[in-house]
C-alpha cells in the first residue's frame, strides 16, 4: 500500500473520514435528540396510564364488595318466597346482573392498562439504554473529530496512527448505522404496541356484545379515540425525525416562526431580527444553526429566568452571524463548563455543532447580567 505514504493521499483521506465523522456525528445528534423526546412523552404517559391503573383498582375493589352484597340479597330473598315478593326477586336478580356486568367491563379496563404500562416501562428502559449509548457515541466521535482536525500536519511522519484512524471512521460509520437500525425498531416498537392495544379492544368489544350490547357503542367511540391517538403518535414520529418546515420553507422563515411559538408559549418577550439577503443555505446548515438557536432558547426558559430575548442573524455572502441575548440572570461560562449536567451538555451540543460547520462559538456571560451567546458560521 504504497499511495498511503504520499502527503496528498494522506490529506484526502483524512478530509473523507472527517466528513463522514461530522455527518455521523450530526445523525447521532438527531437520533438522541429524537429519543430524548420520545423519552420524555412515553415517561409522561407512563405515569398518566400508572395513576389511571389506581384509580380503577380502587373502583373495582370497591363495586367487588358491592357486587357480592347483591349476590348475598339474591341468594336471601330467592331461599324464602313466602317473605318476599316476585318484584323484590326480581329487583335483587336485576341489582345483581346490573353489578356483575359492570364489574366484568371495570376488570376489562384494568387489563388493558396493566398491559398498556408494562409496554410502556419495556419502551422506557430500552429508550434509556438507546438515549446513554447515542450519548456516549456523541462523545466518542467529538474525541476523534478534534484529533482528526488537530494533528492534520507532518502526516508523512505519522502513517500507521491514520490507517488506524481511517478503520476508526469506518468503525464509527458502521456503529452509528447499528444505532440507525436500532431507533427504526423503537420506531416501530411503538406504533406496534398501540396497535395491539387497539386490537385487544377490539377484542373485549366483541366480546361485550354478548353480555352487554348498551355499552358497545360507547366501547367503539373510546376505540376510535384510541385509534385517533395512535395517528396522532406516528405523525409525531415522523415530525420529530426531521424538522420539515425547514426544507419547505429556509433557515429565516423557520426560525421567524419557532420563535413566534416560543413567545407564546413561555410567555417570554422574544424578538427575531434580520439582516441581509435571505438565501437558503446546505440542508445540514440550516439544521445545525436551528438547533443551535433551539437549544440556546430552551436555555434561556430553564434556567435564566429572563423575561426578554433577542435573537438576531445577519446573512452576508460569505458568512452568517448569529446573537442570541437574554436579560436573565447570567452565570460563570468557565465554571459551568466544567461541571456535569444538563445545561452543561446543551452549551457542548451548541459549540459541537458550529465546530462541525468550521464556524466560532463564543459566551459572554456574568451573574446578574445576562447571557449573549454568538455564532458565526462561513457560508
Given at each position: ?40 412523552y412515553v415517561n ?14 380502587d ?6 364488595i ?19 315478593s ?10 345483581a346482573?346490573?353489578?356483575?356486568l ?8 384494568e ?21 446513554e ?12 473529530l ?15 496512527e ?34 395491539a ?9 366483541l366480546k361485550?356484545m354478548?353480555v352487554?350490547?348498551?355499552n ?12 385517533r ?16 418546515v ?29 439582516f441581509?439577503?435571505?438565501?437558503r ?35 452576508l455572502?460569505?458568512k452568517?452571524?448569529i446573537?442570541?441575548?437574554d ?17 452543561c451538555?446543551?452549551?457542548?451540543n ?6 462541525i ?23
Amino acid at each position: 500500500m504504497k499511495f498511503l505514504f504520499d502527503p496528498s493521499v494522506l490529506d484526502k483521506i483524512i478530509s473523507e473520514t472527517v466528513t463522514y465523522i461530522e455527518k455521523s456525528q450530526e445523525q447521532i445528534y438527531d437520533i438522541a435528540e429524537n429519543a430524548r423526546k420520545e423519552y420524555a412523552y412515553v415517561n409522561n404517559e407512563l405515569e398518566e396510564v400508572k395513576k389511571s391503573v389506581a384509580q380503577l383498582i380502587d373502583r373495582v375493589d370497591k363495586l367487588n364488595i358491592r357486587e357480592k352484597r347483591a349476590r348475598y340479597r339474591l341468594m336471601e330473598v330467592s331461599r324464602d318466597f313466602t317473605c318476599y315478593s316476585e318484584e323484590d326477586i326480581k329487583k335483587a336478580y336485576d341489582t345483581a346482573q346490573k353489578l356483575q356486568l359492570e364489574l366484568a367491563a371495570l376488570r376489562g379496563q384494568e387489563q388493558l392498562l396493566r398491559y398498556k404500562r408494562d409496554n410502556l416501562e419495556r419502551n422506557l428502559r430500552r429508550l434509556r439504554d438507546m438515549l446513554e449509548k447515542a450519548e456516549n457515541m456523541m462523545s466518542h466521535l467529538g474525541v476523534v473529530l478534534k484529533y482528526l482536525t488537530k494533528h492534520m500536519a507532518n502526516l508523512s511522519t505519522r502513517i500507521e496512527e491514520l490507517m488506524q484512524i481511517q478503520q476508526l471512521g469506518i468503525n464509527i460509520i458502521k456503529a452509528q448505522e447499528e444505532e440507525r437500525k436500532r431507533v427504526a425498531r423503537e420506531i416501530h416498537d411503538g406504533p406496534a404496541q398501540l396497535l395491539a392495544n387497539i386490537v385487544m379492544r377490539a377484542e373485549y368489544i366483541l366480546k361485550l356484545m354478548d353480555v352487554d350490547p348498551q355499552n358497545v357503542r360507547k366501547e367503539l367511540v373510546a376505540l376510535q379515540e384510541l385509534v385517533r391517538q395512535s395517528l396522532q403518535d406516528v405523525r409525531k414520529i415522523i415530525f420529530d425525525l426531521r424538522p420539515m418546515v425547514l426544507d419547505d420553507l429556509g433557515l429565516v422563515p423557520a426560525l421567524n416562526r419557532y420563535i413566534e411559538d416560543y413567545r407564546k408559549q413561555h410567555q417570554i418577550n422574544a424578538e427575531f431580527i434580520f439582516f441581509g439577503k435571505q438565501e437558503r443555505l446546505s440542508p445540514a446548515t440550516e439544521v445545525a444553526l436551528f438547533r443551535v438557536v433551539q437549544e440556546a432558547l430552551n436555555n434561556v426558559h430553564k434556567h435564566a429566568r429572563a423575561k426578554q430575548v433577542l435573537v438576531k442573524m445577519e446573512q452576508l455572502n460569505n458568512k452568517i452571524t448569529i446573537m442570541i441575548k437574554d436579560d436573565g440572570k447570567g452565570f460563570d461560562p468557565n465554571l459551568v463548563e466544567q461541571s456535569i449536567n444538563r445545561e452543561c451538555y446543551g452549551l457542548i451540543n451548541m459549540r459541537e455543532r458550529v465546530q462541525i460547520l468550521r464556524g466560532e462559538f463564543k459566551i459572554s456571560s456574568t451573574p446578574g447580567k445576562g447571557t449573549s451567546i454568538t455564532v458565526t458560521v462561513p457560508v
